[in-house]
Nanobody
């Protein structure tokens, strides 16, 4: 079993920054189980939206157009933690942010249903 725990959410003014963390643990956790970690977000009344992903091996990343240039995903192998650094935040970035993990990168990583493991989410609110 793998647990993902997000933290770091909060209230920030437009133009500000936040860094979210996604820590992985569990009795059956291994780096191979979560070879890819993704970030999604869901605003009230909207569908869950893909934000980006990172591979544990090599650290390659990919971002949705809506966050490219503002958000950065990184990892800390020693802490089994993936980060989402969010700069230049806008009110439309307000959402619950979730991390997800899987053993392989699926052909359609932007589809939330393709990811196996999920965290509980952390709220990010950006005021105008």
């Amino acid at each position: 079993q793998v647990q993902l725990v997000e933290s770091g959410g909060g209230l920030v003014q437009a133009g500000g920054s936040l860094r979210l963390s996604c820590e992985a643990s569990g009795r059956t956790f291994s780096r191979s189980v979560m070879a890819v970690v993704g970030w999604f977000r869901q605003a009230t009344g909207k569908e869950r939206e893909f934000v980006g992903w990172i591979r544990w091996s090599g650290g390659s990343t990919y971002y949705a157009d809506s966050v490219k240039g503002r958000f950065t995903i990184s990892k800390d192998n020693a802490r089994n933690t993936v980060y989402l650094q969010m700069n230049g935040l806008k009110p439309e970035d307000t959402a619950i942010y979730y991390c997800a993990a899987d053993a392989v990168l699926k052909a359609t990583p932007a589809i939330s249903q393709t990811w196996r493991y999920w965290g509980q989410g952390t709220q990010v609110t950006v005021s105008s």
